[in-house]
């Protein structure tokens, strides 16, 4: 997800505080399409080593989105 147009945007656009609340928006519509499979996926993280991974991989992107935002912020 973070090669995204949309999520690269939010970390490469001129404008930070704008783009706050931007991944709001985003993680809302993701949730509510794709919400309940996203849940099953972090269920299986038990039971699957893959799905464990893929949800470490998931869990990473998000937080370098963020951390990224609020690196932004801080210049």
């Known amino acids: 997800m973070a090669a995204r147009p949309e999520i690269t945007a939010l970390r490469e656009g001129a404008d930070a ?4 609340a931007q991944p ?3 993680s809302t519509a993701l949730l ?7 849940m099953v996926s972090v269920e299986a ?7 464990r991974a893929a949800t470490d991989m998931g869990t ?3 937080r370098q989105v963020q ?5 932004r912020l801080n210049e």
Do not use: K, Q, S, V
Not at 17 to 20: S, T
Not at 32 to 38: F, H, K, Q, V
Not at 67 to 71: G, M, S
């Open 17 to 20: 505080r704008a783009a706050i």
């Open 45 to 51: 993280t038990g039971a699957d080593p893959d799905m």
């Open 32 to 38: 509510e399409r794709a919400g309940d499979l996203i």
């Open 60 to 62: 990473t992107a998000t």
């Open 67 to 71: 951390f990224a935002l609020t690196e």
């Open 24 to 26: 709001g928006t985003y």
